[in-house]
């Protein structure tokens, strides 16, 4: 997935979870965030990042942010894609494209984004193409996808907050598993270089447990890295899971 209009501004300050104030082409601009999560570790006043143009003169900000480079002692500044829309997009990218057949997931016939079951609605329901028409009925299952943007000395974590939706879905999955469907938790890791994922078990340790206990009932725990640049976001391959 591409960007359109990019801009590098200095990060200011984040009065609320939906704008924060940067310094672009030596003014003072209030930009809209594309993600509601917390995100101290990455909006540093005076870091540096980056904005996407809106052409649409009714709205109040003119940018959204939607990437930022975190620095790193020793290292190069680490740039992680932040837009909380982007994983459920690129992920449904890849997978219509057939990026999922190395990890045992099909190149389905059908994907349905936002999809009911039972109490949860999943991001992805999808259905594989039918070998027999008379015989046969095709695969299905349901995916439910988590953007990461927590990086911890190489280490990719999630979630950077408590999330009890978060667990929800996964106790919805084992249930769908249970039930006859293909289930898969992918998370996106939105930068790349990382060494593993983790669940993150000092912010929320029921998110971890949960985890765990969904991997050892049959639903898949899978961890997709990105390339990214300033104005792209792409999925790259797989990472080491460890639960």
């Known amino acids: 997935m591409t960007y359109q209009d990019i801009h590098a501004a200095r990060f200011l300050a984040r009065p ?20 509601t999560g917390r ?42 894609n932040m837009d909380a829309q982007a994983p459920n997009r690129v992920f449904g990218e890849w997978l219509a494209a057939g990026g999922g057949r190395a990890l045992g997931l099909p190149r389905p016939a059908l994907l349905r984004p936002e999809t009911v079951w039972g109490n949860s609605r999943f991001d992805f329901y999808w259905e594989s193409e039918i070998v027999s028409r008379e015989t046969s ?15 911890e000395d190489g280490l990719a974590l999630f979630p950077d907050a408590p999330t009890l ?49 969904a991997a050892a009932a049959g639903v898949r725990v899978l961890a997709l890295e990105c390339a990214v640049t300033p104005d792209s976001l792409a999925i790259t391959g797989p990472v080491p899971v460890r639960l």
């Open 16 to 35: 609320n979870r939906f704008i924060a104030q940067v310094e672009l082409d030596g003014r003072t601009e209030t930009v809209h965030v594309k993600n």
């Open 39 to 80: 995100c101290r570790e990455l909006l540093v006043p005076g870091c540096t990042v980056y904005l996407e143009g809106s052409a649409n003169p009714a709205r109040k900000t003119k940018y959204d942010l939607v990437a930022v480079e975190k620095a790193r002692p020793g290292l190069p500044p680490l740039l992680i």
């Open 137 to 151: 009925v095709p695969g299905r299952g349901f995916v439910e996808v988590k953007g990461c943007t927590l990086e």
């Open 165 to 213: 939706r978060g667990v929800k879905h996964l106790r919805e999955l084992t249930a769908c598993h249970k039930a006859g469907y293909e289930a898969a938790v992918c998370v996106v890791v939105q930068m790349a270089g990382m060494t593993a994922f983790s669940p993150n078990d000092r912010t929320h340790p029921q998110f971890g447990e949960a985890l765990r206990e």
